[in-house]
């Protein structure tokens, strides 16, 4: 039975996110960027498959839509058409966006105001030391502002590395961020996010605790990404997780949209796939953390503290590779047993509970 006729056993079972990338290309070029992206790339979508995408991902019933790229607000009419689409199908929709293009508070606010009125439900800045050798910090301020200003859901995300410049701080304490009214502010969330090179032999420098040991390998969960978020990528191609790192990954691109119904043979032919299973319930550091124990010589302790750069490790280190290709078979049991509970024990324990509380 080929992937395009059957249904992945557990579709049903996980809330799915569609990530849609309508262009590699961004005005920044920082260094390690996850996806690759420039002011050079030109690859991009037609509407045609993103309008496509998000009618099979409601059909699939998916969580929500999200927005990124590169950088999506380039193609922005498209952008504006995938959303309202998205929303009228009552799929919340998120955008990530490096904020280049809030020039001055009122743009920004034009900007926002045209986000909104397209059915947007919240908004996602990147920034940090990379992101503002092109795109100033007073930009993401601004749009922010004109954001947070409508009490609208704002989520800042930062570049974490050792001894960075760009902090959080910088953020909530600039004059326009601290003059906004308490509600206003509340609608705003600024994390921290570890800054990963793609290759998995260059390595940087994180606060102390960051970086993950075996005792952190332990307790991680499973990737949020791999298995629950699939991503249309500018170029056509179907990943099977939220983007960092995909391009360089072969065996993560599972489907492209000159293939009918490929939102669902990419679902369907990644879980199929034992590794991606695997990554999903147990983690990818717990995956290097065991291979490590057939093969001492493979060392990775605090070496790492982006769960996507050991995604990187495990699929290209030909070390960690060959133990998994010689042994992985120790492991069906127990990433079977995490699969049940994670998919079908727990939820419907869940299921039972809120329904007696009812």
Known sequence: MSPADSEAPLLRRRAHTLSIM?????????ADCGTLSS??????LALAPILAAIDEARQLRFS????????????WKTLLQGIRHAADHGLPVRLVTNAHWAT?????????????DAGLSEINY???????????????????VAACERRFRTHVMMELKQDRHITPKMLTEHPLVAALQPDQFAALTVLSSPWMPLHHETIYRYPDGVACDVQAAAIRGGCSSVLKTY????????GSCCGLGLRVIPELNVADTGQPGFLRRAIVESEEDFLKLWIHHQGPAKVVAWAATHNPDIKWEGLYAHQC???QRLYHDDAVRK????HWQEMIAEVLQAAWLDDVHIPDSLGRLNAEAA
Do not use: Y
């Not at 309508?22 to 920082?30: D, K």
């Not at 009122?106 to 909104?116: D, G, Q």
């Not at 991503?231 to 179907?238: E, M, P, W």
């Open 323 to 326: 133990v998994i290709e010689e």
């Open 126 to 144: 990147s920034t940090g030391d990379e992101h503002v050798r092109f795109v100033p910090l007073e930009r993401v301020v601004l749009a922010t």
């Open 64 to 75: 929500n839509v999200v927005f990124t790229g590169g950088e999506a607000t380039l193609e």
């Open 104 to 116: 001055s508070l009122e743009t920004a606010r034009e900007k926002i105001a045209a986000l909104i």
């Open 22 to 30: 309508p262009t590699f290309t961004c005005p920044a070029e920082c």
């Open 39 to 44: 002011p050079r790339e030109r690859n991009r």
């Open 309 to 311: 750069q050991m995604c």
């Open 231 to 238: 991503t249309l990528q500018a170029d056509g191609r179907v």
